[in-house]
């Protein structure tokens, strides 16, 4: 089957308003812009994302954010965003934040078909008791509460039920891809970007540098080609730091 497409307008033609995305990076390190950009411009509405973060203001996923895109997110970290902030006060926005770790852990049950399982994360507080606002009605009140969650006992130690995560695609990043849908990610990109592959039912790759089946040695790879349906070559351009903090010379 052949994986690559000529642009990223291409492959994400198909994804449709209302569709879920888990999309890959941490902040704006290892994110598929391109592909985000590419969804911009072919204009679907009410997306259900599932990611780290949403992006910053006019970058990453808050370029979808900007222009109303989203309806629903599920994230673990979401201060860098001050349109985020508004549409989930003002009840544009449904929020789902989630530990870290175990958003992680969700994406990878997903991708092996672990529907469900239990963590300590969470336990004793509003994630296991319900209760965290996930959506506020515009003037201030909570229109949608996260449900309690099952809990259990295993050793002496208690644990709640969290359930994997599938979405409809997956958007990620890689730093050589071959055609075959094998990935390496360099360093920090290798972050969500490999969870975020496993949890779609069709996973879409921007890489910034396309290889021959072959080039790339078996042991290197950090993502294999089963989780991979389209890939598209975009080059090493148009990375983004989200927060520069550097001291001055002396």
């Known amino acids: 089957m052949e994986k690559v497409y000529s642009s990223a307008a291409v492959a994400v033609a198909d994804i449709a308003s209302g569709s879920s995305l888990a ?25 259900v994302t599932v990611s780290n973060n949403c992006g910053v203001d006019g970058w ?7 222009n109303h895109r989203i309806r629903r997110t599920t994230g673990s970290y979401v201060g860098e965003n001050k349109e985020f902030e508004r ?26 078909g672990i529907p469900a399982f239990y963590t300590p994360a969470g336990v004793g507080t ?24 099952e809990r259990r006992s295993f050793n002496g130690r208690d644990y709640v039920l969290e359930e994997g995560i599938v979405c409809d695609f997956a958007l990620v990043r890689a730093s050589i891809g071959d055609r075959a849908g094998n990935l390496i990610f360099h360093k920090a990109t290798r972050n969500f970007n490999t969870l ?16 021959e089946p072959g080039a790339i040695d078996p042991e290197a790879v950090h993502l294999p080609g089963i989780f991979v349906q389209r890939l598209v070559a975009v080059g ?11 001291r001055t010379r002396r």
């Open 87 to 112: 549409q989930y006060l003002g009840g544009e926005l449904e929020v789902e934040l989630c530990p870290q770790g175990t958003l992680a852990e969700r994406l990878r049950a997903g991708g092996c």
């Open 60 to 66: 990453g996923l808050g370029v979808l954010l900007d």
């Open 126 to 149: 509003l994630v296991e008791s319900g209760g965290l606002p996930w959506k506020y009605d515009g003037a201030g009140n909570v229109a949608v509460a996260s449900p309690p969650k």
């Open 236 to 246: 090493p351009g148009g990375k983004r730091i989200e927060r520069s903090t550097t």
């Open 196 to 211: 975020c592959a496993m949890a779609g039912k069709i996973t879409i790759a921007e890489v910034e540098e396309l290889v």
């Open 23 to 47: 999309v890959g990076g941490f902040g704006l390190n290892g994110i598929p812009h391109n592909l985000i950009g590419a969804l911009l411009e072919a204009g679907p509405t009410d997306l």
